[in-house]
């Protein structure tokens, strides 16, 4: 043995060495998306904010997943080799970091090797037991083969280990009819935020939280399927939260049942929800789920098997006491009739989870536990696993073919299939939200059964991305993400409306709290308008053409579009050109709104119209994309931005864009007569509102709005014509 392990007898909780083996599919970049992964990250975390040194040596098998240094512990990346392969090098690395406790989960690679790796390093051995895995395979009525092998092997875990966690009694009473006096229960955790409800509850609402590539998940999902029905008579419908399969899209009942795919944010997820349920006939170990709709302050409706592990869950739920689940629409309806009672259960199970199951509490009792663990005596050596064993072991969990094959891991982990979009992303925006943003790509991927490269068109600022894919386009939205992708959807959809153009077709959207929103349209063909800058003649008249095609969707068709507006703010203090610049402008428009809102003509905004917007391809109409910022507002404001943005201010360009804009909307019978001054108040907001946020983030446009003002203000004053 070596050293550090003669000397643990006086050990503190939070001196203890701790070196965690975790192998999992679970991960997207530093985000969990399964209860081992989110187990693994935030007990491993408040470990080492209470003091352990704590170092987690991650097989990340998650082909979507990217690596990442942005973990709150220290994380070090495994190929799959080094995991699956020889122990040799895993125990050489091990051995490195002289572990007082080596924490392994994996059955099979704990009884494969996990005695020798602790042996080399001079550690105790933990083995810790996230469910009873033969009862667990029988539940699911997996074949008994299995199941029985899935005995054999924990019972080896068990016994070559020095010391059990379970996570629940029950589990914890399996590990010790093998041996008694090695086992300790460390329960489940949750993140007990100071919000509680944090947005308005919807009518009705449960949520269902769960990964569905997990078999007892899946089984809630059918069932929850199965009486949507009878949900929907008391009101209520259910939202899931959690990655699943793309099969498992056939078990959504539109308004009913929506799969929702993972958040990054439960608690902001669950914050509109009144219930949440854990129809569970199967399953082990401690159901994160039940303690996620305990923090949120949801009175849950669940089975005796979702509440394994919890000693009064009658406390925070009503318990289904029918074999076949039958009376768990009952007992919704009865919550949902009956608010005082949701409020009493969601209170209690806020309170009990605070007090008895918050993450730091039990880092608490996990490190006393490792503690304690590591001061064995060190001649209490157990028993390496028996021939039976080892050979079962030499197999991959069965788990691992749910997500991946040998060779995609090892290739995967050493040859990312694509750049990193995350990477020097304006203002750091993109890359603080990676893993928000790879989750609604993936989100979105399942839902519409489609693929997306994993590299992205960043948008300026870093306020959206695009990913591109055989057909379909996805934008991802990163700031007031609500708004944008409500505006792109409305717009796309009057979009197609308008006469001579192609609009990408919406097949996809969601915005849900918690997750980043996005939109799925169709992909079209075209060569960017704005290849030519300035644009040459011919192509500065079909811009404008579009432009009134797009501005002859019907009026009375706008009521459900939000307004489009340009917030116009002070500017940062100083005597800087462009403050001074600004002022000029500020003036000049406080002057003249009155009368120049008199002026505008209402019609549909596309918000960010220019060349760069527009898609030309010989023989085919033009294309219009970039929607986000449409609305309800004055057409002047799309050839406002136009003119600036191509280069056509003040020049015979824009005389020929204002002539072709003109002749197009007479000849769609929307004919109006155009005023100059009335587009340079409209040029005037327009570099105005640019102004104020170019001088924070992008001086080189805000050196270019300011040379350009004089010119702009001089028109606005003139009161010119064309």
């Known amino acids: 043995m070596s050293e550090s392990r003669s000397a643990r007898d006086h050990a503190g909780p939070a001196d203890v060495r701790i070196v965690v083996v975790f192998d999992t599919a679970g991960f997207l970049r530093n985000l969990p998306l399964t209860g081992a992964a989110s187990r693994a990250l935030r007990l491993n975390r408040h470990l080492a904010e209470l003091g352990c040194q704590v170092t987690l040596l991650l097989c990340d098998l998650n082909p979507a997943s990217t690596v990442t240094d942005d973990w709150p512990l220290d994380v070090r990346y495994l190929g799959y080799e080094t995991v699956y392969g020889p122990s040799a090098a895993l125990g050489h690395l091990v051995a490195s970091l002289s ?12 009884v494969r090797y996990g005695r020798a790796i602790a042996e080399t390093a001079g550690s105790t051995l933990v083995y810790e037991m996230h469910d009873d895995e033969g009862a667990l395979l029988r539940s699911i009525g997996s074949p008994a083969a299995d199941y029985q092998a899935a005995t054999v092997l924990q019972a080896a875990a068990i016994g070559v280990a020095d010391a059990t966690i379970a996570f629940t009694g029950r589990d914890a009473a399996t590990a010790r009819a093998l041996r008694p006096d090695t086992v300790h229960i460390v329960p489940g955790g949750v993140d007990i935020s100071d919000a509680g409800q944090r947005a308005p509850q919807v009518e009705g609402q449960c949520a269902f939280l769960g990964n569905l590539h997990y078999e007892p998940n899946a089984r809630a999902l059918r069932f929850l399927s199965g009486i949507a029905g009878d949900l929907g008579e008391s009101g209520a419908h259910v939202q899931v939260y959690g990655r699943y399969p793309q099969a498992m899209r056939r078990l959504r009942v539109p308004g009913l049942v929506e799969l929702r795919g993972p958040v990054p944010d439960l608690q902001a997820a669950l914050s509109t929800a009144q219930i949440g349920i854990a129809p569970l006939d199967s399953g082990g170990g401690m159901k994160c789920k039940v303690l996620d709709y305990m923090a949120a302050g949801l009175a849950v409706v669940a089975t005796l098997e979702a509440l394994v592990g919890f000693t009064d869950p009658h406390a925070f739920s009503l318990i289904s006491a029918h074999p076949q689940m039958a009376d768990v629409p009952a007992l919704i309806r009865r919550l949902l009739a009956d608010p005082a009672l949701r409020a009493r259960l969601g209170e209690a199970g806020r309170r009990i989870a605070a007090r008895h199951y918050s993450w730091p509490a039990i880092a608490v009792r996990a490190a006393t536990a490792y503690a304690v663990i590591s001061g064995r005596p060190e001649d ?18 069965y788990w691992l073919s749910e997500w991946r094959t040998q060779e995609d891991a090892s290739d995967s982990r050493e040859h990312p299939p694509m750049p990193d979009f995350a990477k020097g992303a304006a203002g750091g925006v993109v890359g603080s939200l990676a893993a928000s943003i790879d989750c609604a790509r993936l989100t979105a991927e399942t839902a519409l059964g489609t693929r997306f490269d994993r590299d992205a068109l960043v948008g300026y600022g870093g306020r959206s991305l695009v990913f591109l894919g055989t057909g379909a386009v996805l934008k991802v939205y990163t700031h007031r993400w609500s708004d944008r992708s409500a505006r792109e959807v409305a717009g796309l959809r009057l979009a197609v409306t308008a006469p001579g153009l192609r609009i990408p077709r919406v097949l996809g959207h969601d915005d849900v709290p918690g997750a980043l929103a996005w939109v799925a349209c169709t992909r079209l063909a075209g060569t960017g308008a704005d290849h030519e800058q300035p644009p040459a003649e011919a192509t500065t008249g079909l811009l404008g053409a579009v432009a009134a095609r797009l501005h002859a969707v019907p009026r009375a068709a706008l009521g459900e579009l939000p307004e489009f507006g340009r917030r116009i703010r002070d500017l940062a203090s100083g005597d800087t050109d462009a403050r001074l610049e600004g002022d000029r402008l500020t003036a000049a428009l406080a002057e003249s709104e009155a ?10 905004v596309h918000g960010d119209y220019s060349s760069r917007n527009v898609l030309l391809t010989a023989g085919a109409d033009p294309a219009v994309i970039d929607f986000e910022g449409c609305g309800r507002g004055c057409v002047y404001e799309d050839l406002a931005n136009l003119v600036v943005q191509d280069g056509l201010l003040g020049g015979r360009g824009e005389q020929q864009l204002i002539a072709a804009y003109a002749r197009e909307r007479s000849a769609l019978g929307t004919g109006i007569e155009l005023n100059r001054t009335h587009l340079y108040f409209h040029i005037a907001r327009y570099l105005r509102w640019v102004l104020q946020w170019a001088v924070e983030i992008d001086q080189p446009l805000a050196a270019r709005v300011t040379a350009l003002a004089p010119a702009v203000l001089q028109i606005l004053a003139d009161g010119t014509t064309w």
Not at 99 to 110: A, H
Not at 595 to 604: I, L, N, S, T
């Open 595 to 604: 009368d120049h809102r008199a002026e505008c003509v209402p019609g549909f």
């Open 99 to 110: 572990p007082d406790v080596l924490v392994m989960s994996n059955t099979q690679l704990i």
């Open 380 to 397: 209490d050596v157990p028993a390496g696993p028996g021939a039976a064993a080892l050979e079962l072991a030499a197999a991959p969990p």
